[in-house]
């Protein structure tokens, strides 16, 4: 989840730089933001169930830019090299 945007809107608060950080803060405690936003939960599922078909960590950003933009405004989430 460090690797992807989120897209929630959410990226619009510093302390958001990816969807991990919707479920953990930097101390790895459990954040109730992201258990409480349907967008973070389905793009968590998605980046779970795409993962478990074998896709790399680059198909499953490139697939999460492409279904999830325009949602809100994503956070600055580097590109992923795999």
């Given amino acids: 989840l460090a690797k992807l945007p989120c897209y929630c809107g959410c990226g619009q608060d510093p302390q958001f730089k990816n969807l991990r950080d919707c479920f953990l803060d930097a101390d790895?405690?459990?954040?109730?933001?992201?258990?409480?936003?349907?967008?973070?939960?389905?793009?968590a599922m998605d980046a779970f169930t795409w993962k478990k078909q074998?896709?790399?960590?680059?198909?499953?950003r490139d697939r999460i830019d492409k279904e999830y933009e325009g949602r809100g405004k994503p956070t600055d989430t580097p590109p992923v090299m795999d």
């Fill in 28 to 43: 790895g405690k459990f954040n109730s933001h992201g258990a409480n936003c349907g967008v973070c939960e389905e793009e």
């Fill in 54 to 60: 074998g896709m790399s960590d680059e198909q499953i």
